[in-house]
């Protein structure tokens, strides 16, 4: 099997065993509960930057892969208010020079309730065509605050694991489950 086979396929399995093996809304809301706690343990101020949010999408684990042709996938809640009404999934596929495998957590934090409205209602969301997102670099150390962010959508990737760095939510797409 040829090199790009290969990757086609460990691509395509990427995103068939994201539906084989869904999780339950139970194990989202344990793991986002997880990475919520460990962003607001690395990040000074996250707690208080939270706090005047309207609501946080919280992606616990979105794994990429690739060589040459890569995709990415994870599954993640809409937390308003301490509730998690909503489930979503990210996913996006990238073709050029990559190799390896990541995993990470995002937060995508929204604002204001306009914001907040626009990603609701959207059928399908991406990041740089339905709505920009502010990406802040966390490190060991780094403190925000509401103060020093002024979007109405602001995204936090942290937690990486792997052989590949590459910090960007442009172009991944974010799409409504049923759990």
């Given at each position: 099997m040829k090199a790009f086979q290969k990757i086609f396929v460990l691509v395509a399995l990427l995103f068939l065993s994201s539906s084989l093996f869904a999780k339950t809304a139970q194990v989202i809301n344990i793991e986002a509960d997880t990475a919520l706690n460990n962003f607001?343990?690395?990040?000074?101020?996250?707690?208080?930057?939270?706090?005047?949010s309207k609501g946080v999408l919280i992606f616990p684990s979105v794994i990429k892969a690739g060589i040459g042709v890569g995709g990415e996938y994870g599954e993640g809640v809409l937390r308003i208010n301490g509730k998690s009404p909503l489930y979503y999934n990210t996913a996006s596929a990238s073709i050029g020079f990559q190799l390896g495998a990541q995993a990470k957590s995002i937060i995508i934090v929204f604002l204001t309730q306009r914001a907040l409205e626009d990603f609701i209602n959207a059928d399908g969301w991406e990041v740089g065509v339905d709505g920009s997102v502010a990406l802040i670099t966390v490190g060991?150390?780094?403190?925000i605050s509401s103060a020093t962010v002024n979007q109405p959508v602001v995204g936090f990737i942290f937690g990486s694991k792997g052989l590949m760095y590459n910090l960007t939510l442009e172009g991944s797409k974010f799409s409504r489950i049923n759990r």
């Open positions: 607001k343990k690395e990040v000074g101020g996250a707690q208080d930057f939270l706090a005047h060991a150390g780094k403190d």
